[in-house]
């Protein structure tokens, strides 16, 4: 009885069709360091956008620090009288704040003063959160590009969440 062989013979690819996989794979590498460079740039602008008012949120023990009491707001900026609690600041009679980080009239808030400048960014827990909003929006826009783009779903849905928690925690600190 012969013997029946289970090996296949090896059949070999046309050149045409080897080169035809080799671009293929070529096109998916491609793709996907685009869309890596892409999910990089956004979160780069986000973090180059946020960090221009979280460094005076965060970073305020050289800076001009005190209370502004918030007396009139219009035009997505609040303006009123800041008093210095510490550093070595001066009272002033009007500073402007954005109107998301500033709550309501008559409420006094924590802010420290930009150097050279009448605007106020507010400090402590709220005003970081708030000064971070600009990198939670680009996370989840990148996750949108991780997860379609590069096909990294789980990588994307952590990046979405974050997003969303720092959204949510700003918005709930302020």
Known sequence: MPRSSTRTKAV???RTRRVGESAYGAL???RTGVMGLLALLLLVAGVWTSWHTAQYAMLVKARERGMMTVSACAAERC???YVPTGGDGRPRSKVTIAQAAAGGEGERVEVTVEPGTARAVRTGA????????????????AALVVAGGMRL???AWVMGLLGAVLLGAAFAAL
Not at 126 to 141: D, E
């Open 79 to 81: 303006t009123g009288p």
């Open 153 to 155: 779903r789980r990588t």
């Open 28 to 30: 998916l590498l491609a």
């Open 12 to 14: 070999r690819r046309s």
């Open 126 to 141: 709220a005003g970081i959160l708030h000064a971070w909003v600009p990198f939670a929006g680009s996370l989840l826009l």
